[in-house]
């Protein structure tokens, strides 16, 4: 158990629908992450937050959009999801800005499918 | 942008020693880490290689040549357990630490 929580686990869905994925990283972790992993493909760096601020964005879609809470907790929101949107999306944690011991922490995934 | 290859699929006699090679592009270059994933499951962290060199954890040992943009994975007295993906990722940006991952080795281990 890494200690990053991610809900909900599965969700089924409809195009044109829109949903969002809670994360809520290891405790005292500062930075959370989230990627995107397509069937038999490698993760897709979507966006990074550090302490309620964005911090590098990567192949993320306008369609989705990302934020960190005072809490620490950060949601994914996806709207007018295609069928190309389903995925197993991961958020991970690491307690810096910077690379420290270079190792993140992943929660066990949301797995989206779209219908 | 950032770019990183590694062989799709090794397939490796348990007990064996396997090496997955990763090359990779990219400006402002901090490190290299490789991450284990089960079919379906979390990634998890290997290890991670900022200097040239080999680095040993257990079994598993990480090398890094910054000049080759060049490192790999050295399993040792291969498990079945250790079928699974392996995924180098790389971290660069200017101040951001992107993490970018390849797409992954698919590691199968016979007996």
């Known amino acids: 158990d890494s200690g990053v929580t991610q809900t909900p686990k599965h969700l089924i869905t409809a195009t044109g629908q829109r949903v969002t994925l809670r994360c809520s990283p290891r405790?005292?972790?500062?930075?959370v992450y989230w990627y995107q992993q397509s069937l038999d493909q490698g993760l897709q760096f979507l966006i990074q937050?550090?302490?309620?601020?964005?911090?590098a964005k990567g192949n993320i879609l306008e369609r989705f959009s990302a934020q960190q809470f005072p809490d620490l907790h950060s949601e994914l929101n996806l709207s007018s999801l295609e069928l190309g949107d389903s995925a197993l999306y991961f958020c991970?944690?690491?307690?810096?800005?910077?690379?420290?011991?270079?190792?993140?922490?992943f929660g066990e995934g949301s797995r989206l499918t779209v219908l | 942008g950032q770019s990183l290859e590694q062989p799709s699929e090794v397939t490796a006699v348990e007990g064996a020693i396997v090496q997955i090679n990763c090359t990779y592009q990219?400006?402002?270059?901090?490190?290299l880490s490789w991450y284990q994933q089960h079919d379906g499951g979390a990634p998890t962290f290997l290890s991670y290689?900022?200097?040239?060199g080999l680095e040993e954890t257990g079994r598993f040992s990480s090398f890094l040549s910054r000049s080759d943009s060049y490192g790999y994975l050295l399993l040792q007295e291969l498990q079945m357990k250790d079928s699974a993906s392996y995924f180098c990722?790389?971290?660069?940006?200017?101040?951001?630490?992107?993490?970018?991952f390849g797409k992954g080795t698919k590691l199968s281990v016979i007996p």
């Open positions: 990219t400006s402002g270059f901090y490190g």
């Open positions: 991970a944690s690491s307690p810096l800005n910077g690379i420290g011991t270079g190792e993140l922490f």
């Open positions: 990722a790389i971290y660069s940006g200017a101040g951001s630490y992107q993490l970018t």
């Open positions: 937050y550090y302490n309620g601020e964005e911090r």
């Open positions: 290689n900022a200097l040239d």
């Open positions: 405790s005292g972790d500062l930075s």
